[in-house]
């Protein structure tokens, strides 16, 4: 039991920090001179999807948690707009 209650804890702490890390890959691989070649262009594209996609689970999250909502309905196709204006780099 101790052990699960740690793997849950663990997860916890890690699940915040992705995103952290993602954004720090992305700034990172997108500021470093050795990335800017055209070569690399599709790995820093992937990036940024990457950590565009990290905001999809708290998303749907607040939207099953808060259904009756409207608010949250046009927050969620907001958020839908956004995304795909930043994916076709508008």
């Known amino acids: ?3 699960i ?3 849950q ?3 916890t702490h890690r699940q915040p920090v992705s ?3 993602a954004g ?5 691989v997108s500021m470093h001179n050795s990335f800017q070649a055209k070569d690399y262009r599709g790995f820093r594209a992937s990036l940024f999807a990457g950590l565009g996609l990290t905001g999809i689970v708290p ?7 808060n259904y009756d909502a409207r ?11 956004m995304g795909l204006l930043y994916l076709v780099s508008l």
């Open 1 to 3: 039991m101790q052990s």
């Open 5 to 7: 209650l740690n793997a």
């Open 9 to 11: 804890l663990q997860w």
């Open 19 to 21: 995103p952290v890390d």
């Open 24 to 28: 720090l890959a992305t700034g990172l």
């Open 59 to 65: 998303v749907l999250h607040s939207w099953a948690i």
């Open 71 to 81: 608010a949250v309905h046009t927050a969620l196709w907001l958020d839908f707009v």
